[in-house]
Structure formats: structure tokens, C-alpha cells
């Protein structure tokens, strides 16, 4: 069983700059998850879809940070423009339903903003 | 926000030896996960926890819920060098909100 991909595995952008992560979840899996994970941290949810729906995104920084799945399968996470604090390891994960102890996690995109 | 603190921050031991470690948060959690991250890849659950007092064991992983509700445990016996990685503890609270701990880094010396 293919296991939740993450494109692209690095990037580096400079501040104000926009940038796009993308997130393939493993096939069948209703529920998707994207997390923030500041180096020597722990991941912080950002964002959880069920099929194509928010379900929550309460620490969301919403007027930089957008995300959708749009057709409840794969699904992009921006950012708008960027700033230096948002350099982070952006990690998806996914379950087959709203169960946290069921999440499968992507290898992560590691953003550098310089 | 939520803070599930963890300690201690990091661990050297020597191989075969006895790991433990905790989590504590402020308020009350309904469950609690332990998951491993190695360098590069995303975390992988090791052990999850559903009620207070449960007491659960992966091969030479145990993992208790603490009885106050506001603590886990996890204790690794026998350590081996594919032991080294971050350990984070994370759980959801009352109001089903999920939130990961700060991390142990485990180092095993051979």
C-alpha cells in the first residue's frame, strides 16, 4: 500500500514570496491532515479536512495560510506571501476517518524563507 | 495554546539499558498517543492510550495513561541503536482538540 506523498520534499523561497505544497493521501482515507512542525518542536495541526470539507482550523493562520480539497482526494496547502517564521517541516497525514490514532504521515516538505 | 511538556528534552544512554520518559499537559486529555520521528520522515504511532490507568505494551514498549488524566509514560526496556529518534507524546483534550508534546531525542550509544 502506497503511503502519503508530499511534493516537493525541499524548498526555499525568499520572504513575501508565495509558495505551494501538494499532498497526495493514502488511497481511500476520508480524513487529511496538514501540520507545521518548527525545528526541535513538535507538529502543530494546522488544518483537518473530512473528504472535502474543513473540520477544523482553529490555529490556521488564516490571512497568509490557505488550503483546500477540492475534491476530497488530494489537496494543496499555500502560503501568501511568506514570512521568516514560517520556515518549518510541513507534514500531511491522513486516516481513513476522523480518528487521530489512525493517521499515516507523509515524509514532509522542509521550507527554508530566507 | 495547549502545551503537553515533555522531559526530559534528551536522553544519551547506552545500549541494552532502561528508557523512560513523561508527558504532562495542564488539563485534562481523553487519549493519549506516543509516536516516533526519525530524521527526514513523519512521526509513526507506537502506542495509543484510551482511558485512565490503561497500562499497554508494544514488544519492548510500555505506555501507561496516567490515572489524573493529565500525564502518559512511556518506558522502552533493553534499548538498541534503531531506538534513536524523537519520541512525542500527543493526545486530544475535552474538547477534542489534538496537540503533540515538545519531544524527547533518544540517542543509544553502542
Known amino acids: 500500500e502506497a503511503g502519503v506523498a508530499q511534493s516537493p520534499r525541499y524548498k526555499i523561497i525568499e520572504k513575501r514570496q508565495s509558495v505551494a505544497f501538494w499532498c497526495n493521501p493514502i488511497s481511500g482515507h476520508a480524513t487529511l491532515y496538514w501540520y507545521q512542525q518548527i525545528l526541535g518542536q513538535g507538529p502543530k495541526l494546522l488544518i483537518q479536512?473530512?473528504?472535502?470539507?474543513?473540520?477544523?482550523d482553529s490555529q490556521l493562520p488564516k490571512d497568509r495560510f490557505s488550503a483546500e480539497r477540492l475534491k476530497g482526494v488530494d489537496s494543496t496547502l499555500k502560503i501568501q506571501p511568506a514570512k521568516l517564521e514560517d520556515s518549518a517541516v510541513y507534514l500531511c497525514a491522513s486516516s481513513p476517518r476522523t480518528t487521530y490514532n489512525e493517521q499515516f504521515f507523509g515524509p514532509g516538505t522542509r521550507l527554508t524563507v530566507l | 495554546g495547549q502545551q503537553l511538556n515533555q522531559s526530559p528534552q534528551s536522553m544519551f544512554i547506552q545500549e541494552g539499558e532502561d528508557v523512560s520518559m513523561n508527558c504532562t499537559s495542564s488539563s485534562i486529555f481523553n487519549t493519549w498517543l506516543w509516536y516516533k520521528q526519525d530524521p527526514g520522515e513523519g512521526p509513526v504511532l507506537l502506542i495509543a492510550l484510551y482511558k485512565a490507568g490503561e497500562l499497554t505494551s508494544n514488544g519492548r514498549l510500555t505506555a501507561q495513561f496516567g490515572i489524573t488524566r493529565k500525564d502518559s509514560f512511556l518506558n522502552i526496556s533493553a534499548s538498541i541503536p534503531s531506538d534513536v529518534g524523537i519520541y512525542f507524546c500527543a493526545g486530544t483534550n475535552t474538547g477534542n482538540q489534538f496537540y503533540f508534546g515538545t519531544g524527547t531525542s533518544l540517542t543509544v550509544i553502542p
Open positions: 479536512f473530512q473528504n472535502n470539507g474543513v473540520v477544523d
